[in-house]
């Protein structure tokens, strides 16, 4: 059974950072295709970006509200994803989640992790 | 960036009844590969959202076949034929032939 378990959200002050951590199981990690997703507190989904297997070249890409300030990485030892966040403005404030990518699309979700940006 | 849009934004069904939610993309979803990745994704209350269809009309594993997903180029609809309470809940349409990823704002389907 396919597994990501989100870790490393909290509270922090605008301009601050966070690294955000995806534990994953149940499949071969380092083949998967990995990508985080984010929703606002009563709002839509939003792509934040993903990075593709090191076999594919992995290599990531953002979407543009996080370009420059968001970095995706990925540890095939350790079956871990991850997401550093930098420069962290009040509206970065969302639910954070880690899914696989496959077929073009997130077949599998995690639970999220909260990040909150508040003074 | 390819822009979705949704429609309705909010759907009020009744139990038995049908529904269908209609999602349109700024530009066509025709990958160079010949694929359209559009996928629908059902999100519960409190809960992540979960795949239903993708690639425009391949049901996820374990999903019901009361969902169905039809369309091409950029307009698209998820239907379900049959509402249950379980289905009530918001769903996206995404796309995931260019990147960025791009989903739509997101349909409310409720019980009348």
């Known amino acids: 059974e396919v597994q990501l378990v989100e870790s490393g959200g909290g509270l922090v002050k605008p301009g601050g950072s966070l690294r955000l951590s995806c534990a994953a199981s149940?499949?071969?990690?380092?083949?998967?295709?990995m990508s985080w997703v984010r929703q606002a507190p009563g709002k839509g989904l939003e792509w934040v970006g993903l990075?593709?297997?090191?076999?594919?070249?992995?290599?990531?890409d953002y979407a543009t509200p996080v370009k420059g300030r968001f970095t995706i990485s990925r540890d095939d030892s350790k079956n871990t994803l991850f997401l550093q966040v930098n420069s962290l403005k009040t509206e970065d404030t969302a639910v954070y989640y880690c899914?696989?990518?496959?077929?073009?699309?997130?077949?599998?979700w995690g639970q999220g992790t909260l990040v909150t940006v508040s003074s | 960036d390819i822009v979705m849009t949704q429609t309705p934004l909010s759907s009020p069904v009744t139990l038995g009844q049908p529904a269908s939610i209609s999602c349109r993309s700024s530009?066509?979803?025709?990958?160079?590969?010949?694929?359209?990745?559009l996928s629908w994704l059902q999100q519960r209350p409190g809960q992540p959202p979960r795949l239903l269809i993708y690639?425009?009309?391949n049901r996820f594993s374990g999903v019901p076949d009361r969902f169905s997903g039809s369309g091409a180029g950029t307009d698209f609809t998820l239907k379900i034929s049959r509402v249950e309470a379980g289905d009530v809940g918001v769903y996206y349409c995404?796309?995931?032939?260019?990147?960025?990823?791009?989903f739509g704002q997101g349909t409310k389907l409720e019980i009348k």
């Open positions: 899914t696989t990518l496959w077929a073009g699309t997130s077949d599998n």
């Open positions: 149940g499949f071969t990690f380092s083949n998967a295709w």
């Open positions: 990075i593709k297997s090191k076999t594919d070249g992995g290599t990531t």
């Open positions: 530009q066509s979803l025709v990958h160079r590969d010949g694929n359209t990745y």
């Open positions: 690639k425009i009309s």
């Open positions: 995404m796309q995931g032939t260019q990147s960025p990823y791009t």
